[in-house]
């Protein structure tokens, strides 16, 4: 019986709380290079967008509040937390994902350090952290172990440590150089 | 359009503070008018008395800009503002505009002769930041305007300040900032602002601190006693970050170490500053 009423009241709070419907925004994006044309909600955060319309599950979602930056991605070469970006918001974009790092089928660098460093565990953060890389060594090719923790420190990892994180990042400004 | 939509609108800049704060539902704008989309709202100029940024300049935009770093505070507080990725995304004008007792940029600017040119269906008008921002959350703001430029005019010449938040962890905001603009003459100080953040509902300005160090040679002892002020003048409260105690003693330390940059750089000293990390 409790159960019932708890049910019943629940019902009634959900049909109070629905919003009249809103109207699809059409808006144009370009995804890894990829041209695509969506409507989407006005709420939807971009990470939603990328992760349920478009199928990047690469993407992650930790926090949800800003912190963690799993859901870090390019938008036009800058990282940003793409769980605090409405997806109209990049109407004209260009993202990048860790789905766009690879070329033809190869590990970019960075991906490619990751993975010879131990740079990962569970490997939730990793997308995240690679993106952020990405930014760090588009900028700075030569970066100071200053520069690196600087520029990771929006991305949270709760398994390395960090330390393998350091040398992937390291490495893979090296091998950068070497190409 | 604001003055359209009413009192249920709110504008969209970066949507570092926003987003999050509607995600909680602390915020429940029926409209949001996202206002990335106008140009020429990003600018950082510099003329003979000061710096002009546009409301959508973003943190990093400023972290980066050699014309921002004539004013060095400005710098401390652009590139320790969270992490890369809000710095990427967060503007300015938001940040002034949303008015959070634990934002940064209400701190340091509060140091200098900041004022924030508003516009609206009436036209613009030039609000000094201490007439700006009324409380928490709370500007000087009408419905229907918006946050155009952030004016900062230029210390006096042998000026020297220095910005140093303490926090957890970088995305997270402060547990307490200070922000401290010296004026120097020799080793006497002739104009002092210090403000605190994240110790009361807006920056705290710290006037008695100020008036214990202006004409003042400024001796180990005056900056324990301007150190001392200020502690007295935080309004903290307890919550996750720390107790009332702690953030009030924090306080007292970053004043000292605040001025004590201060002065090296009103010397024509080049010194790095970075937020510190518990």
């Known amino acids: 019986m409790p159960k019932k009423t708890a049910k019943a009241k629940n019902a009634g709070k959900a049909k109070t709380m629905r919003e ?12 890894n290079g990829r041209a695509c044309s969506v409507s989407v ?3 939807m955060l971009l990470v939603e967008l990328l992760r349920e319309e478009l199928d990047l599950t690469g993407t992650h979602v930790g926090c949800d509040t800003t912190y963690c930056g799993a859901c870090t991605v390019l938008m036009n070469g800058a990282a940003i937390k793409s769980c605090t970006v409405f997806a109209v918001q990049a109407d004209g974009a260009e993202i990048t994902t860790v789905e766009g790092l690879e070329r033809d089928g190869q ?41 690196i923790r ?5 991305n949270t990892c709760r398994c390395t440590g960090y330390q393998n994180i350091f040398k992937a990042i390291q490495t893979a400004a090296q091998n950068a150089k070497g190409n | 359009m604001l003055s359209q939509l009413g009192e249920e609108a709110k504008l969209l800049a970066g949507g570092q503070s926003l987003i999050p704060l509607m995600k909680l539902r602390f915020a429940n704008p029926r409209h949001l008018v996202d206002i990335n989309f106008i140009p020429e709202t990003a600018y950082i100029k510099e003329d003979k008395s000061g710096l002009r940024f546009g409301a959508l300049t973003r943190h990093a935009q400023i972290e980066k800009s050699a014309t921002a770093a004539k004013i060095p505070i400005l710098h401390d507080c652009a590139a320790g503002i969270a992490d890369v990725q809000v710095r990427n995304r967060g503007t300015i004008g938001g940040s002034i505009a949303e008015a959070d007792p634990s934002g940064d ?6 140091t200098l002769q900041t004022s ?24 000087a703001l009408a419905k229907d305007e918006m946050v155009r430029e952030i004016t900062v005019k230029y210390p006096r010449p042998a000026s020297g300040g220095a910005y140093l938040a303490f926090k957890r962890t970088a995305p997270v905001y402060p547990t307490a900032s200070v ?8 080793d006497v100080c002739k104009d002092a602002a210090i403000s605190l953040g994240c110790v009361g509902l807006t920056a705290i300005k710290a006037s008695e601190a100020e008036a214990l160090l202006r004409g003042q040679k400024v001796t180990n002892k005056t900056i324990t006693q301007a150190a001392d002020a200020a502690r007295a003048a935080a309004d903290p409260q307890s919550d996750t970050r720390g107790s009332a105690e702690y953030k009030r003693t924090l306080v007292g330390a970053l004043v000292k170490r605040a001025i004590e940059i201060a ?3 009103a010397r024509g000293e080049q010194v790095q500053v970075e937020h510190i990390y518990a």
């Open chain 1, 20 to 31: 009249p419907a809103i109207e699809n925004v059409p808006m144009q994006l370009t995804v």
């Open chain 1, 41 to 43: 909600e006005p709420r």
């Open chain 1, 107 to 147: 590990l970019h660098p960075i991906q490619k350090a990751f993975g010879d460093c131990y740079g990962l565990q569970c490997g939730y953060c990793t997308p995240g952290l690679m993106l952020s890389t990405h930014q760090l060594l588009s900028e700075k090719p030569h970066p100071s172990e200053k520069d």
């Open chain 1, 150 to 154: 600087k520029a990771i420190a929006g």
């Open chain 2, 105 to 110: 940029w209400a701190t340091v600017l509060s």
């Open chain 2, 116 to 139: 924030i040119r508003v516009v609206g269906k009436k036209g613009e008008r030039t609000i000094p930041l201490d007439k700006f921002i009324l409380d928490a959350y709370t500007t």
């Open chain 2, 179 to 186: 922000a401290v603009q010296l004026g120097m003459e020799g």
């Open chain 2, 263 to 265: 002065i090296r750089r």
